[in-house]
């Protein structure tokens, strides 16, 4: 039976996993915010879904807060201190995998912390379903169990705890398999007590250091110390009926915004016809073209990313080099990465968009042995060189694919939406928001629909324009005559992303929606 949106008043979480949406859902019951319930879907991902995300990596909020502020939080590492273009001599690039690749702080607690001042619940209660599932273990899904076996030869031979873990009997768990984390369990419960900082200051600071130690991570007891989440503002726009807001750089939260200004210019009438998805395509290629040469570390850029949002003729322009009729040749080389989004609206209307990720899957594939984290390997995406766009440098922030996206209509209604996916999650916001905000689609149906995916995802090196079974059959023609380089992909995929949204209307009532791609589910009341 497909899908459909559920509507409720008091609350409301989606993420791409039941369980966690129901982690958050029991939170609000128990008198938590949207935030408080946030920490707790993100605590449960992170054991139920550890392919995807983790602790150990990064994450990025954006909020609405009832009075209308609009504002974001930043838990994003830096490269370690011993992380130079001298530790990789010899090499061509970081590596992806192993010692070399966890070579950043994990940002991801210190978001959380940053979140929960003021928070109303305490934390042991937010980590309680988080600690009981790594404990007592849950059930390996479909797509958990397909990534461990796909990976499982690079993932085996790393040094730390992942074999023990995740391979316990010698192969990847299979669908319906338990696994059991309790190392894991133990870090909660001991973040619990001995409080958020503790990661990076405290006793647990101290153990993961060792540990990294151990292993050969560059990151230090130096650098965890060193690490604050921060607040930038996030950025905005402005397009016919709302003003949509994302991340502000490092994250590719303003090439998010710029597709969306720019297919605003055009015209397109009908959902998912020609117009519609040529033009979003072509939208995609301008403002990747300006992200891969100006999004980076705000530390290292001196671009006014705001200011081309803010200016309709720079914009104007860049919207009348798209053709309508031809696609620009794309030859652009494009990230990927693993990642869980997910949401939650609480009845006071409060809205948090949500995003974290360790990048790959598995992140580095260093699982530390005393604690039982999964160490991101985001900082493999550092250039090695002298200069330029994302080049190495000791405490600089990598170039990040997460982005969290929010929007305020003019009539009222607020909508948090987002998806994993790497380079697909700008196209996958454009997709589903267009629909739903331009077309009049539900929004259910919105994400439920076929999708696209322009460049490279999972990580396949091809750069073709991937297109789901479902669209209308004369699309696929029409866009291989206009010169797209086609590629169908079979029935919905996890290759399109994990999407999910929620928009609360000015009556009070929400509406959700999850990805039939995901594990996940709407959970309100």
């Keep these: 039976m497909p899908l459909r949106t559920i509507s409720a008043h008091n609350g409301m979480v989606t993420s791409p996993h039941v369980l966690a949406s129901d982690a958050g859902l029991s939170v609000l019951r128990d ?33 609405r807060e009832p009075d209308g502020r609009v504002h974001a939080i930043h838990g994003c590492g830096g490269a370690a201190g011993a992380a130079d273009l001298a530790l990789y001599a010899g090499l061509e690039a970081v590596p992806t995998r192993g010692p070399l690749a966890a070579n950043t702080v994990a940002g991801t ?62 192969q990847p768990l299979v669908e319906g398999d338990v696994l059991r984390q309790p190392q894991l369990a133990d870090t909660l419960e001991r973040l619990a007590t001995e409080g958020l900082e503790s990661f990076y200051t405290g006793a647990l600071a101290a153990d993961i250091a060792a540990d990294l130690a151990l292993l050969g991570s560059p990151v230090s007891a130096a650098d965890l110390a060193a690490h604050v989440a921060t607040r930038p503002d996030p950025l905005h726009a402005a397009i016919g009926g709302a003003t949509l807001y994302n991340s502000a750089p490092p994250t590719q ?23 519609h998805v040529h033009g979003l395509v072509e939208a995609t290629k301008q403002a990747f073209l300006i992200r891969d040469v100006h999004v980076g570390d705000p530390a290292f850029h001196d671009y006014d990313w705001q200011g081309l949002l803010d200016d309709p003729a720079a914009l104007d322009a860049l919207a009348g080099k798209i053709d309508p009729a031809r696609a620009l040749p794309w030859p652009q080389p494009s990230q990927y990465g693993d990642t869980c989004w997910f949401a939650a609206a609480d009845g006071e209307g409060r809205l948090v968009s949500c995003i974290q990720s360790t990048y790959h899957e598995f992140g580095s594939g260093l699982v530390l042995p005393k604690t039982g984290i999964i160490w991101q390997n985001r900082g493999s995406s550092f250039r090695l060189a002298e200069s330029g766009w994302n080049a190495l440098r000791p405490g600089r922030k990598p170039f990040h694919t997460l982005n969290p996206a929010l929007a305020v209509f003019d009539d009222g209604r607020v909508m948090a939406y987002g998806t994993m996916g790497g380079e697909g999650q700008p196209q996958t916001q454009a997709a589903l928001f267009t629909r739903y905000a331009r077309y009049g689609v539900d929004v259910q149906e919105a994400i439920s629909r076929p999708r696209w995916l322009l460049g490279r995802t999972w990580g396949e090196q091809s750069t073709t324009l991937k297109l789901e079974d479902g669209f209308d059959e004369s699309l696929y023609a029409d866009l291989i005559a206009a010169g797209h380089d086609v590629e169908r992909v079979g029935p919905l995929t996890a290759m399109m992303g994990h999407a999910g949204a929620i928009i609360r209307h000015p009556d009070g009532r929400l509406d959700g929606a999850t990805d039939p791609r995901s594990d996940g589910g709407v959970a309100a009341w």
């Design 253 to 275: 939260g303003f090439a998010s915004l710029l597709i969306l200004a720019l297919f605003d210019r055009l015209q397109a009438q009908q959902a998912d016809g020609f117009d």
């Design 31 to 63: 008198g938590g915010s949207a935030v408080d319930a946030c920490v707790a879907v993100a605590a449960t991902l992170a054991v139920v879904y550890p392919h995807m995300t983790g602790i150990g990596g990064d994450g990025f909020w954006v909020m």
């Design 109 to 170: 607690i210190s978001g959380w912390a940053a979140a929960l001042e003021g928070g109303r619940l305490p934390l042991s209660r937010l980590l309680r379903d988080a600690c009981r599932h790594a404990r007592a273990g849950v059930a390996v899904t479909a797509g958990g169990a397909g990534i461990a076996a796909a990976k499982g030869d690079e993932l085996r031979g790393q040094p730390g705890a992942y074999a023990a873990i995740f391979e316990p009997e010698g």
